[in-house]
C-alpha cells in the first residue's frame, strides 16, 4: 500500500523516494510485524486462554514432563504470526506483484487448514484433529494451484525448470512433472516445520533463521545484476518477496517474545503449517527449491527421525530413537528443554550459511 502511495509525492518530500526500494521497505515490515506481535500479542494469548479453557491437549504418549509442565498453555498463536505478517505485507508490499499474492494465498490457506485442526483438538480435547487423509488432500489442491500459478507468473524461461545449487546456468526443465515437484515441496516443507513444533521456541528459531536467509535470496533472484553476477536464474519480481521474509522475520521475533520458555502461547498447526508453506512456496519462486533442504536441513533431520522411526519399528519392530521426532529423543536422553533448543538453533544458522554459500561457490 505504502509503495503505491508515497513514492509519488518524492518530488516534493525526497525521502519519500526510499518507500520504492525494497531493502527499505523490508526493513520497515520486521519493525512493523515486530510491533504488531508486541502491541497486541497478550491480548491475544488472554483472549485464546478464555475460549480455550485447559488449553492444548497434550499427547499422552509424548515425554511425561509435558504433562506437567505445558498443560494449560494455549495453543493458536499462529494467529498472531498470521495477522502480523498479513498486515504487514499489505503494507508495505508492491500489491501489483503476482508472486506476493500467491504467498499470501498459500499463507493464509494453509493457516486456516492447521486453524480448523488446532479448533478440533481443543474442542475434542484430544490431540487428534483433522483426519490425515483429509488434511493432504486439501494441502495438495493448495500446494498445486500454488504452483501453477508460480510457473505462470515465471514466464516460460524459468517457470517450469529445476536449478541445480553449486552449478552455473543449469537448469532442468521439469515440464508438467513441476507442478507435483512444487506442490512436494511446499507440503513437505509444511509438514516439517509442524514436526519440528514440539518444545518451546524450537521451532520459530529456525523458520526466522530461514526467512532471513530467503530474503536474501529473493532479493538477489530478483535483481537482474545480482543474479547475473552472481549466476542465478533471474525470475522477475521475486526481489518483492524479500518484504514478505522481513515480514515473517518480525513476526516471528515477535511471537518468540512469548514463545521462549516457559511459553505462554503455543503457535499450533495454524502457525507452523504455514509458515513451513510460505517457505516452500518462496524456495519455488525463486527456483532454490534444493537449497530449502540445506537451509532448513533441520526441518529435514525432524522428519527423517520420524520416517527411520516408523519403518524400523515396522519392519524389525525396534525403535532406533527414544522417541521422535529427534529432539523428544534428547529429552529422553536428559538434556534440559532449553539446551535442546538453543543447540538446534545453532545447528539451523550453521546450515543457513551453508546455504548461502551456495550462492556463490557455483
Known amino acids: 500500500m505504502l509503495y503505491h502511495l508515497l513514492p509519488a509525492f518524492s518530488e516534493e518530500f525526497g525521502a519519500l523516494r526510499l518507500f520504492a526500494f525494497i531493502t527499505f521497505r523490508t526493513g520497515g515490515a520486521i519493525l512493523t510485524a515486530l510491533l504488531i506481535c508486541l502491541i497486541f500479542g497478550g491480548r491475544m494469548i488472554v483472549w485464546l486462554k478464555s475460549i480455550q479453557g485447559d488449553g492444548q491437549p497434550i499427547r499422552e504418549d509424548g515425554p511425561e514432563s509435558h504433562i506437567v509442565t505445558k498443560a494449560g498453555t494455549p495453543t493458536m498463536g499462529g494467529l498472531m504470526i498470521l495477522t502480523a505478517v498479513t498486515a504487514t505485507t499489505l503494507l508495505w508490499a508492491d500489491l501489483g506483484n503476482g508472486f506476493v499474492w500467491v504467498v499470501l494465498f498459500v499463507t493464509l490457506g494453509f493457516g486456516a487448514l492447521g486453524l480448523a485442526d488446532d479448533y478440533l483438538k481443543v474442542s475434542r480435547r484430544s490431540s487428534n484433529g483433522l483426519s490425515s487423509r483429509a488434511r493432504l488432500l486439501i494441502e495438495a489442491v493448495m500446494a498445486l494451484a500454488a504452483a501453477f500459478a508460480i510457473a505462470t507468473l515465471s514466464g516460460s524461461e524459468v517457470g517450469t525448470s529445476l536449478a541445480l545449487p553449486f552449478f552455473k546456468d543449469v537448469l532442468i526443465d521439469l515440464g508438467w512433472f513441476f507442478l507435483a515437484f512444487a506442490a512436494f515441496v511446499i507440503i513437505g516443507a509444511s509438514n516439517a516445520v509442524n514436526l519440528t513444533d514440539g518444545l518451546d521456541g524450537l521451532a520459530i528459531g529456525p523458520i526466522i533463521i530461514c526467512a532471513m536467509t530467503f530474503g536474501i535470496i529473493a532479493y538477489l533472484s530478483g535483481n537482474a545484476l545480482y543474479s547475473e553476477y552472481l549466476q542465478l536464474p533471474?525470475?522477475?519480481?521475486?526481489?518483492?518477496?524479500?518484504?514478505?521474509?522481513?515480514?515473517?522475520?518480525?513476526?516471528?521475533?515477535?511471537?518468540?517474545?512469548?514463545?521462549?520458555?516457559?511459553?505462554?502461547?503455543?503457535?499450533?498447526?495454524?502457525?507452523?503449517?504455514?509458515?513451513?508453506?510460505?517457505?516452500?512456496v518462496i524456495s519455488v519462486v525463486t527456483k532454490h527449491e534444493l537449497v530449502l533442504a540445506i537451509v532448513g536441513g533441520l526441518f529435514v533431520l525432524e522428519t527423517v527421525s520420524v520416517i527411520v522411526q516408523v519403518i524400523s519399528f515396522k519392519l524389525t519392530g525396534r525403535r532406533v530413537f527414544r522417541m521422535a521426532p529427534i529432539h523428544h529423543h534428547f529429552e529422553k536422553k536428559g538434556w534440559a528443554e532449553p539446551t535442546i533448543v538453543i543447540r538446534f538453533w545453532i545447528i539451523a544458522i550453521v546450515l543457513a550459511l551453508i546455504g548461502l554459500a551456495t550462492l556463490k561457490l557455483r
Open 234 to 280: 533471474a525470475v522477475a519480481g521475486a526481489g518483492e518477496l524479500a518484504v514478505f521474509c522481513g515480514a515473517m522475520v518480525g513476526a516471528g521475533l515477535g511471537f518468540l517474545w512469548f514463545n521462549a520458555p516457559p511459553a505462554m502461547v503455543f503457535m499450533g498447526d495454524t502457525g507452523s503449517l504455514a509458515a513451513g508453506a510460505a517457505l516452500g
